[in-house]
């Protein structure tokens, strides 16, 4: 009895070796290599991991430092990590299943442009993801994903089934909450024309064989809300200040705002922001803008003026690069009447009064937007 239990512990001592020594067996370069070759085919670019290190104990685990993935030779590169972990559970795989949880990766920069070298590349700077992957079947689920981005979180659920085929679907909930707009538009677009604090609560899906079908696929639909910031340079100056006037602009040409709300809705690359609400200091606004994917702006915000003074419409152009703020003739008419009297106050006060004729102008030609250009 004796030998039998010293045999048992001498191989139990052995496997435990085994086990403890395997990583150090494992040549780290090779596995590192394997690593990298099999994530650059997943990804259809070069995957360059600087450091790979494997362990068994206490769950099959895997980390990293340094990788970066390359689709231009010497240029920012299309994402980098400054460091990551995972592990594979080993209870689901009796189950046929697959999950692979602790999903850590920290300091990501993500290029959100095409150009890769000169002034016009842009990022997206992470702190940290963390969350997990199951496989089931054909379907992969990414349950409870925690992004810090921006002084702000965004949380996020998403499953994608089939994984392969024409009719592979994504499906995702995201809601974002305390993001700072103005660092983030700094670095995704070389902008520093809108503030304040962001949030959203949208669900998307997009379904598709391929990146591109997926892209033009896309639906996007859900409120989104800013607190405490301002629109800068979006054209308001003019007859258009003066009609809905008041301290709306600064220097620099600035809409301040306590509340931006809008219920947004994406169909490919075109966006539509719907049931506008914006409550800013000098006047509130409601309204619609659309954004075209070729970034074309066309919209119509109407808005209430504060101290006594009467709203007015106002008609939206121009691009995204260079928004426009335009009087519609219904308001430009009665503000021209006002002004003659009292000034932009008066400007303000008269701006209903040429409704009736003004919107007989609108219905021609499409209005002051022909006039003043798109």
Do not use: C
């Not at 999950?99 to 095409?114: A, H, M």
């Not at 054909?138 to 002084?151: F, G, Q, R």
């Not at 607190?227 to 600035?254: C, D, I, P, Y």
């Amino acid at each position: 009895m004796k030998k039998i239990i010293r045999y048992v512990l001498i191989t139990v001592a052995v496997l435990l070796l085994i086990i403890v020594a395997t990583p150090f067996l494992i040549p780290a370069d090779q596995v590192r290599q394997f690593v990298e070759a099999e994530a650059s085919k997943a990804a259809g670019m070069p995957v360059k991991i600087e450091v790979l290190s494997v362990r068994l104990i206490p769950v099959p685990s895997l980390s990293i430092k340094k990788l970066t993935v390359e689709d231009v030779k010497g240029g920012t590169p299309k994402l980098a990590v400054a460091s990551g972990s995972l592990a594979v559970e080993l209870a689901p795989l009796f189950d046929g299943r697959a999950e692979v949880s602790g999903i850590t990766f920290k300091e990501i920069v993500l290029r959100v442009s095409e150009k890769a070298k000169g002034k016009d590349v842009h990022i997206v700077r992470i702190d940290s993801v963390s969350g997990a992957i199951q496989l089931t079947g054909d379907t992969l689920t990414m349950p409870n994903w925690k992004l810090k981005l921006y002084d702000g979180n965004v949380m996020m659920n998403a499953k994608l089934t089939p994984l392969e085929g024409k009719k592979r679907t994504l499906t995702a909930d995201i809601n974002a909450a305390e993001i700072q707009m103005l660092t983030l538009m700094q670095d995704a677009a070389g902008q520093d024309k809108v503030s304040g604090t962001f949030g959203s609560s949208l669900k998307i899906s997009a379904q598709g064989a391929s990146e591109k079908a997926m892209q033009q696929s896309l639906k996007v639909d859900g409120p989104v809300h800013m607190t405490k910031g301002q629109f800068e340079g979006v054209g308001l100056s003019g007859v258009a200040a003066a009609l809905v006037h008041g301290n709306v602009t600064g220097a620099s040409g600035a809409i301040l705002f306590d509340t931006f709300k809008t219920q947004l809705k994406a169909r490919g690359q075109d966006i539509y922001l719907k049931d506008i609400v914006l409550d800013a200091s000098a006047f509130d606004a409601s309204g619609h803008v659309d954004i075209k994917g070729s970034g074309k702006l066309d919209g119509q915000i109407d808005t209430s003026g504060v101290g006594g003074l009467s709203g007015a419409k106002l008609l939206v152009g121009g691009t995204t690069e260079s928004p426009k703020i335009y009087p519609a003739p219904s308001s430009l008419i009665g503000g021209a009447i006002g002004a003659a009297v009292g000034g932009p106050t008066g400007a303000a006060a008269g701006s209903k009064v040429g409704g009736a004729a003004g919107d007989a102008v609108e219905s021609i030609g499409g209005g002051m937007k022909g006039l003043f250009g798109k």
